[in-house]
C-alpha cells in the first residue's frame, strides 16, 4: 500500500516508471505523481490514533517516533497537515453577563 506524500491517500495507481526503473505512481485524489518510496512505511489507521492521542499528551514529536517507530519526517507532514485543516480552537471564554 502505497500513501500519496501530499495528501496520504491510499488511492493511488501505477502510472509507469522513472528513468531509473522505480514504479510511478499516481494519486488519483490530487493528481499528484511520485514514486514509490520503500522508506516511507504505510501508517495505519490505528497507529495515527494512537500519534492524536500521544500528541494530546503533548510529548515531543521525537518521542512519539521512538515510541511508534515511525519517522520523524511522516510525523512532522502528519502534524503539519492536521492543524492545516483543523483550525487552531479559539478558547472563548463566555464572557459574564451582569454578576
Ligand atoms: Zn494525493
Same mark, same amino acid.
Given at each position: 500500500?502505497?500513501?500519496?506524500?501530499?495528501?496520504?491517500?491510499?488511492?493511488?495507481? +501505477?502510472?509507469?516508471?522513472?528513468?531509473?526503473?522505480?514504479?510511478?505512481?499516481?494519486?488519483?485524489?490530487? !493528481? !499528484?505523481?511520485?514514486? =514509490?518510496?520503500?522508506? *516511507?512505511?504505510?501508517?495505519? @489507521?490505528? +497507529?495515527?490514533?494512537?500519534?492524536?492521542?500521544?500528541?494530546? =499528551?503533548?510529548?515531543?514529536? @521525537?518521542?512519539?517516533?521512538? @515510541?511508534?517507530?515511525?519517522?520523524?519526517?511522516?510525523?512532522?507532514?502528519?502534524?503539519?497537515?492536521?492543524?492545516?485543516?483543523?483550525?487552531?480552537?479559539?478558547?472563548?471564554?463566555? *464572557? +459574564? *453577563?451582569?454578576?
Amino acid at each position: 500500500m502505497f500513501l500519496c506524500p501530499s495528501c496520504q491517500s491510499t488511492n493511488t495507481v +501505477k502510472n509507469g516508471h522513472i528513468h531509473n526503473g522505480k514504479q510511478s505512481r499516481l494519486c488519483k485524489d490530487c !493528481r !499528484r505523481q511520485f514514486v =514509490e518510496d520503500p522508506d *516511507k512505511i504505510f501508517i495505519s @489507521a490505528e +497507529k495515527r490514533e494512537i500519534v492524536d492521542r500521544l500528541l494530546l =499528551e503533548k510529548l515531543s514529536l @521525537a518521542g512519539i517516533c521512538r @515510541a511508534l517507530q515511525i519517522s520523524e519526517s511522516w510525523l512532522q507532514d502528519y502534524v503539519k497537515r492536521k492543524y492545516a485543516e483543523v483550525p487552531q480552537q479559539v478558547d472563548v471564554t463566555p *464572557k +459574564k *453577563k451582569g454578576a
